[in-house]
């Protein structure tokens, strides 16, 4: 077992190394960049080395610099984690003549699959079965053309150098493929240097199945079983599961031992994931006829490997660092087995709505399930960020991963849906209720899976709110007598219950949702708290519950809720769902649209604190006019337009009616 050893990567994957190498004792150096100086990761380790600025390619990339931090250290080997440098032959051999060990398969290896038609030619020769295709180095258009009328349409363009989906067509006809290819050939010449395509077959409702194999420097290599991985969005994946549903125990084993025979073709050491594509020409219910079809083989550790942990209850990273330093495997094929099932849901900044658009931003609020980190438990949580840090446009937009175990697959989504629904993220978009809304599909409960599930559930995953206007707008209007209570103090006039000695009052809630304007009025009575939202009125009860939650009821539900207010904007997460919602001032914009001649007036009743402006004052759009006081807080009103105050209508100390003209702005 190695000593000391570097961590090449960032986020999540350099904190997941650095958890198994420190309960085996084995010291940690993280590398880190301008943007992650003050990084989890960095914290997560012994040692620290910066190596340059915040673009990948300013330091993530730079493996000369890595390698000379790993030998000013004393570092002994180098894990690249996934992504960045983890597939490049290049650097393993350049580890490997700096006298470091790189934990990761032979550049070899990484070299032989690293271009899709020369793997799948090795893949033929070892007898693993290939989707019907012409993987040829002849790229002559015309030859192309009729490859592809050979195998039959639809047909799949593909690039020999591609990934995540890019130089990829599918094409439906013939007379359409000249075309196709074309385009294919110019964006994979763009994005990878090389304009080299394959023509596969495209196969009918395929699924995304992928086996986990494992070998060592003495010879031996096993598969640890398969992950379904079908759910994705712009190829790339949302959710993966182990086992995968509807898996025979003989089409695991045929896939397994292909599997195998794929790695032992490029001698293989450590850990890699064969990816297959199966057919299911039967429909879902009859995996009996699925057919399989080798695609490629990541040389590396995948980001979805914590299911495969939660269901053989093996640390892979530990087996990573032990095959690396020589070991044999920790066990054999007989010894592994399975137990339970395990789903990964990635949680990422983006926007669902807006064709998973990534977002950037501050983690306001960051809170997770209670949960286990890196080893086999009901729910597991694996990140690399706290909460303050910042979701840069640098990096990929990965937050986190959970991960869930229970003894059938429906424990399992249980508990993914429930873990979910306790994670809190506040500050940018994020794919937490889309993921809700997928889990609960009809597709994904039933296990009808392929790649296409996203666009075929498409009308009930996307711009769905499960918490339901009346339930926000309330959660809203009580967030907001709460702050009030609790700066005011616990005095009759801020009771909860509303309750009021001098009769009924009634106050005014304006809030922006999507672009839309709702309107709410809060009625304060002897009989308490009566809130009326368009055509949904009734008693408005709230009561506080331990962790900063509150007891909601109205409109006949009862949720228990928990809020947070940035800015402008309140942020409602229940049991349900999770929406937020613009809470407008009404006193801050009071006057606005009110034309030539600006009319600012109250909207409640309160008291004149001040005015900061005189008669004759020119004024800028936003800049503040007065101030008033109501309901025990101050609010600062501002101008709506540029213009010119004409008039001060009250003084300061003076008592006003709702609706009174408390200043006349005079606008161009």
Request: glycine share 8%.
């Amino acid at each position: 077992m190695f000593s000391k050893i570097l961590i090449a990567n960032r986020g999540e994957i350099a904190c997941r190394v650095a958890a198994t190498a420190r309960r085996l004792g084995v010291k940690t150096v993280a590398v880190y960049s301008d943007a992650d100086a003050s990084a989890k990761h960095v914290a997560a380790c012994d040692e620290a080395v910066h190596i340059g600025g915040s673009a990948p390619r300013e330091s993530y990339l730079q493996w000369e610099r890595i390698i000379a931090a790993a030998q000013a250290t004393g570092a002994q080997a180098i894990h690249p984690g996934y992504g960045f440098l983890s597939e490049n032959e290049a650097f393993a051999d350049a580890c490997a003549k700096a006298g470091l060990v790189f934990i990761g398969p032979p550049s070899s290896a990484i070299e032989a699959m690293g271009l899709k038609a020369e793997s799948k030619r090795l893949m033929e020769k070892a007898g693993v079965p290939l989707v019907p295709g012409y993987h040829g180095t002849d790229q002559d258009p015309a030859l192309l053309q009729r490859e592809a009328d050979r195998i039959g349409y639809p047909a799949l363009i593909k690039a020999s150098a591609g990934g995540g989906g890019k130089g990829m067509r599918v094409v439906e006809k013939s007379e359409d493929f000249a075309a196709a290819l074309a385009s294919c050939q110019r964006e994979a010449r763009n994005s990878f240097g090389s304009d080299a395509v394959l023509i596969e077959k495209y196969v009918q409702r395929p699924r995304h199945i992928e086996i986990q194999v494992f070998g060592d420097s003495h010879g031996q290599c096993v598969y640890l079983f398969e992950r379904d991985c079908s759910v994705q969005r712009r190829h790339q994946k949302v959710l993966e599961e182990a086992p995968a549903p509807g898996m025979t125990p003989e089409l695991r084993q045929r896939m397994g031992e292909a599997a195998v025979a794929a790695a032992k073709a490029v001698n293989y050491v450590g850990a890699g994931t064969v990816e297959f594509i199966v057919e299911q020409p039967d429909g879902y219910d009859h995996p009996e006829t699925m057919r399989f079809y080798f695609m490629e083989m990541n040389t590396r550790l995948q980001v979805e490997h914590p299911v495969t942990e939660a269901i053989t209850g093996q640390d892979l990273v530990e087996w990573q660092l032990r095959v690396a330093g020589g070991e044999p495997l920790p066990l054999q094929q007989h010894e592994l087995r399975m137990q339970g099932h395990a789903i990964e849901a990635r949680i990422c900044a983006e926007n669902p709505d807006n064709q998973f658009l990534p977002a950037t931003g501050t983690l306001r609020v960051y809170r997770k399930p209670a949960h286990s980190a890196f080893e086999r438990s009901d729910v597991r949580f694996d990140d690399g960020v706290r909460e303050g840090d910042t979701i840069s446009p640098f990096y990929d937009s990965m937050v986190a991963k959970l991960i869930v175990h229970g003894d059938t697959r429906e424990q399992a989504l249980a508990r993914l849906d429930a873990a979910l629904a306790e994670t809190r993220i506040v500050g940018l978009a994020t794919n937490v209720q889309f993921l809700r809304h997928v889990v609960a599909s009809d597709s994904f409960a039933r296990a009808r899976l392929d790649t296409a599930l996203i666009a075929r559930e498409s009308e009930v995953l996307f711009k769905q709110d499960r918490v339901g206007e009346p339930t926000a707008v309330a959660a809203a209007v009580a967030q907001t007598l709460i702050a009030e209570a609790a700066l005011a103090g616990n005095d009759p006039f801020s009771r909860r219950d509303g309750f009021r000695s001098h009769g009924v009052t009634t106050r005014r809630f304006d809030f922006d949702v999507a672009g839309e304007r709702l309107q709410a009025s809060l009625t304060y009575g002897r009989d308490g708290l009566q809130l009326a939202y368009g055509e949904v009125q009734g008693p408005l009860h709230f009561a506080p519950l331990p962790d900063d939650r509150f007891d909601l009821r109205f409109a006949d539900r009862r949720d228990t809720v928990q809020t947070w207010v940035v800015g402008e904007t309140v942020h409602v997460f229940t049991a349900r769902g999770a929406t937020s919602l613009v809470e407008i001032d009404l006193l801050a914009h009071a006057g606005e649209g009110e034309g030539e001649s600006g009319r600012l007036t109250a909207p409640m009743p309160g008291k004149v604190v001040s005015f900061a402006v005189k008669a004759g004052d020119a004024v800028k759009k936003g800049q503040a006019l007065a101030v008033m006081e109501a309901m025990k807080m101050e609010h600062t009103i501002a101008a709506p337009a540029d213009g010119t105050v004409a008039e001060l209508m009250y003084a300061p100390g003076d008592q006003v009616a709702e609706g009174a003209e408390l200043l006349k702005l005079a606008t161009a």
